[in-house]
């Protein structure tokens, strides 16, 4: 955050302090994370699947992936967080998916949703708002043109990928929390997240996530397993957010220079390694005006 210089070293202060609380609470739900070790339900694309149980493992989260309809209400029910993934689609997972968030709600059981690739397709499109229709969702993670798409918002998309574009990123992050009731977080250069009254931008991370496939994916998971031992979900989700930037950015350090394949490994034990010491000397989170 950039103090301006008119300010009075009181009023400096108060701000340094008002971080410090922030960069304190989010250790705290890292380390509740850790201890806990909450169970987190995943319907998640198969493409991202063992990478997002060993990403939840090295957090210290449960991570498990229950897919049949048959099951997947009982599952739920004894999560601490329900994440649906939306990446490899298909009918039969979709009723799977509902039939999971139903139960979640009916158990108090948290939701994330991920739309991946909405806006790509009329099927993703109409799927996640199919989804958001029949199911209480707590928290909403997508870049830019997912939850723009969304919403109703125009933002183009190509693929399952899609850049920043020209939009304002925290005005579409506060329409889709107050559209649809919960914790919208919008990931890119720099992270949004809000309630729709209250916003957050997270400054951590590294250009190399992007080079490996499944980041964002598991990155939703993580913001599940925060969500489940906090019951601030806001500030679940930016304790998630910061906790996964400051991990990509100590493993980009020790290993970015050796390539993608190499940061990946170091990535998955940074989400184990990460310390409070590195939080409070590489956090960089901030409240929007």
């Known amino acids: 955050m950039k103090i301006h210089s008119c300010l009075s070293v009181r009023e400096y202060r108060i701000i340094k302090e008002s971080i410090f609380v922030e960069i304190n609470q989010i250790i705290?739900?890292?380390?509740?994370?850790?201890?806990?070790?909450?169970?987190?339900?995943?319907?998640?694309?198969?493409?991202?699947?063992?990478?997002?149980?060993?990403?939840?493992?090295?957090?210290?989260?449960?991570?498990?992936?229950?897919?049949?309809?048959?099951?997947?209400?009982?599952?739920?029910?004894?999560?601490?967080?329900?994440?649906?993934?939306?990446?490899?689609?298909?009918?039969?997972?979709?009723?799977?998916?509902?039939?999971?968030g139903k139960s979640a709600n009916e158990h108090g059981v948290s939701v994330i949703l991920d739309p991946v690739g909405a806006g790509a397709t009329r099927y993703r499109t109409d799927t996640a708002r199919k989804i958001l229709n029949e199911v209480k969702v707590s928290v909403?993670?997508?870049n830019a043109a997912e939850i723009a798409n969304v919403v109703g918002e125009h933002w183009e998309?190509?693929?399952?990928?899609?850049?920043?574009?020209?939009?304002?990123?925290?005005?579409l992050a506060q329409k889709a929390a107050q559209q649809l009731s919960c914790i919208a977080v919008v990931t890119g250069k720099t992270d949004v997240i809000t309630d729709g009254t209250t916003t957050y931008l997270v400054d951590n991370g590294d250009a190399l996530l992007t080079r490996v496939t499944g980041t964002g994916c598991l990155l939703t998971s993580v913001i599940g397993a925060f969500v489940a031992?906090?019951?601030?979900?806001?500030q679940a989700a930016t304790a998630a957010l910061v906790y996964y930037g400051v991990s990509a950015q100590v493993a980009a350090d020790k290993k970015g220079h050796e390539g993608p394949g190499s940061f990946q490994i170091e990535f998955i034990n940074q989400l184990s390694k990460v310390s409070s010491d590195d939080l409070l000397r590489l956090a960089s989170v901030s409240k929007a005006d």
Do not use: W
């Not at 990478?51 to 029910?77: H, I, Q, R």
């Not at 998309?157 to 005005?171: F, L, Q, S």
């Not at 031992?229 to 806001?234: A, G, I, N």
């Open 157 to 171: 998309i190509k693929g399952v990928d899609a850049g920043e574009g020209t939009g304002n990123v925290v005005e």
């Open 229 to 234: 031992v906090e019951q601030d979900k806001l």
């Open 28 to 100: 705290d739900c890292l380390n509740r994370v850790r201890s806990v070790s909450p169970l987190v339900h995943n319907i998640t694309n198969v493409v991202v699947t063992n990478f997002t149980a060993n990403g939840l493992l090295a957090l210290g989260a449960s991570p498990v992936m229950a897919y049949a309809k048959e099951e997947v209400a009982d599952m739920a029910a004894i999560a601490g967080a329900l994440v649906l993934n939306i990446g490899t689609l298909n009918e039969t997972e979709v009723e799977a998916m509902i039939i999971a």
């Open 140 to 142: 909403l993670r997508g």
